[in-house]
């Protein structure tokens, strides 16, 4: 063998044990990984479910000392992949946290006709509720009490109560019911565990929600989604208004659902499920809403909404071919018909008209309200809800033929009759 293939060998060699040496080094860091994996693993799995940290990855790193400049695997700096934990745990835990403060609802449907119907005898309507604090107050629909002045409330652990309906607010379809004390049913008010309350207001669309109710008088059902969408103006039932901000969700919300709490998944009630679609639509009234209006109804009976007095689209494009001197950029809601001596009519809006051919025409595009711009319906109906009383004034920022005007409205008290022809 002469010289140079001596030093072939040698070299082939030299490589094979450098590349022995790394194998031997990546085989460790596996180990090690799988170690720290099964570790954290089991770590996981015990009595309180938590979220793996996410660490840094670094898979390779330069030996300073190896004038190869080989990458060396260093265990130390792998990340430990997460792990996927199921969320039946942390489902398990609300459930048992809130059921005993979620009721059944129940109560006698008087017979619509005069003549006795014996198939109508003891028929009963169904529905949910949850205590809102530790005076005995429960919070539920409008439309599940109807116009009962009583109502039976069944908890989880089976105890029946009677209850009154103290007050109701068909606007945005909230009841509140007291538990009613006897001399054969007192009550320690120590043991009412009232549901926290969250922050409507911080959902997003896919955040995880969960509804707990009486679908079909199954009592303590739990059904989950995530949030669908956020800010919907749904009618409330029954009346011509619609309840704004509304959360729309994908969990299942069935008859009987009706006056249940929606949760996030820290247990905190940031609904009331209150509608659905047989399409698989939820629909919630927002807690922070609901917050407000409750206090009100406990101390005063009633509560008095905000009234503008008028009903308005959404400008589109169709809309806006029938308006004379608008641009397609325009953005804003067109005011179809007023309530005649209503805020809005006493402060110069114009509706749409109909000529002799059906056809609309005109009618003011509002396009901001105190200041704040405006471009769906929806935005107008939360930003007085929100944010105004009976006797503020809003300014209407206006776009008529083409002029920005800016009309001042003071707001009205809502009708007590569901007869108006407005939504606004």
Do not use: C, W
């Not at 922050?199 to 509804?211: E, F, K, P, R, Y």
Request: hydrophobic fraction near 40%; proline fraction near 5%.
């Amino acid at each position: 063998m002469n010289t140079q293939e001596k030093n072939r060998n040698q070299m082939i060699i030299s490589s094979s044990s450098v590349a022995g040496i790394v194998l031997l080094s990546l085989v460790m860091s596996i180990s090690l990984l799988l170690e720290q994996v099964f570790t954290v693993y089991a770590s996981e799995n015990q009595d309180t479910p938590s979220v793996l940290q996410t660490q840094k990855i670094q898979l390779m790193q330069q030996n300073q000392n190896n004038s190869s400049n080989l990458p060396v695997l260093n265990s130390s700096s792998l990340q430990v992949p997460s792990l996927p934990t199921s969320s039946a745990n942390v489902l398990n835990k609300i459930f048992k946290q809130t059921q005993d403060s979620v009721v059944q609802i129940t109560m006698t449907v008087p017979q619509a006709s005069l003549v006795p119907d014996s198939s109508q005898e003891n028929k009963t309507a169904l529905g949910s509720g949850f205590l809102f604090d530790n005076q005995g107050h429960i919070i539920t629909n409008n439309h599940v009490v109807g116009d009962a002045k009583t109502v039976d409330v069944t908890f989880t652990n089976g105890d029946r109560l009677r209850a009154n309906v103290t007050a109701v607010d068909p606007y945005i379809d909230i009841a509140v019911l007291k538990i009613i004390e006897t001399q054969n049913n007192t009550i320690d008010y120590a043991q009412l565990t009232p549901l926290l309350i969250g922050n409507s207001s911080a959902l997003t669309v896919g955040d995880q929600v969960i509804a707990i109710g009486n679908p079909y008088g199954l009592a303590g059902t739990m059904t989950t989604g995530i949030v669908s969408q956020v800010g919907r103006l749904v009618p409330a039932p029954e009346v011509q208004f619609s309840v704004p901000d509304v959360i729309q969700t994908d969990a299942a919300i069935n008859p009987g659902n009706s006056g249940g709490p929606l949760l996030n998944t820290l247990g905190e009630v940031v609904g009331v499920n209150f509608a659905a679609l047989q399409q698989g639509l939820g629909f919630a009234i927002p807690m922070n809403l609901i917050q407000d209006i409750v206090p009100k109804l406990i101390e005063k009976g009633n509560y008095t909404h905000p009234y503008l007095g008028l009903t308005g689209t959404t400008l589109t494009s169709d809309l806006a071919a029938n308006i004379e001197n608008i641009t397609q950029d325009v953005k804003g809601v067109v005011v179809n018909t007023l309530v005649k001596g209503g805020p809005a009519d006493k402060a110069g809006l114009l509706g749409t008209t109909t000529d002799q051919y059906g056809k609309k025409h005109g009618g003011d595009i509002i396009v901001g309200i105190d200041g704040k711009k405006v471009t769906e319906f929806e935005q107008i109906v939360s930003f007085l809800e929100g944010n105004t009383m009976p006797g503020d004034k809003v300014m209407l920022k206006v776009l008529r033929n083409g002029t920005e005007l800016d009309l001042d409205a003071v707001m009205g008290e809502r009708p007590s009759t569901s007869s108006l022809p407005t939504n606004g």
